[in-house]
């Protein structure tokens, strides 16, 4: 009965229809040659990524080829969750909030 209420219940069926209905149908364009990317070039950011939607939604877009998945997290433990389950890199903004905003230097050393 679990079973039903994972990937096969309202989580999966969230993450699948977010990645048909808000990534797979765009065209993203590079910016130099005005061609469609490939999934291997688009990058893709996913907030909460140890939730229950955020972890399949990162295993969907890796099964199905994106290779530049990124998560953000709030603790070391989440993240590297996220990256078993397919995530390039993951964040833990925790560790990189002052209080007002996230530095900037910090999230690209994070994330390359």
């Known amino acids: 009965m679990s079973k039903f209420l994972t990937i096969y219940g309202p989580t999966g069926f969230t993450s699948f229809w977010s990645i048909k ?8 364009l590079d910016v130099k040659t005005q061609q469609p990317k490939t999934k ?4 893709i950011v ?3 990524v140890a939730g229950g939607i955020g972890l399949t939604v990162a295993e969907y877009l890796s099964k ?3 290779k530049r998945i990124y998560g953000i997290a709030g603790t070391d433990k989440k993240c590297q969750v996220a990256k078993d389950l397919g995530c390039k890199a993951c ?3 925790k560790k990189f909030y002052d209080g ?7 999230f690209e050393k994070a994330i390359r």
């Open 100 to 106: 007002e905003n996230i530095r900037s230097r910090e």
């Open 91 to 93: 964040l833990n903004y």
């Open 40 to 43: 291997e070039n688009i990058n």
């Open 64 to 66: 199905m080829g994106y």
């Open 46 to 48: 996913i907030s909460s």
């Open 21 to 28: 209905r808000e990534i797979e149908p765009f065209k993203i």
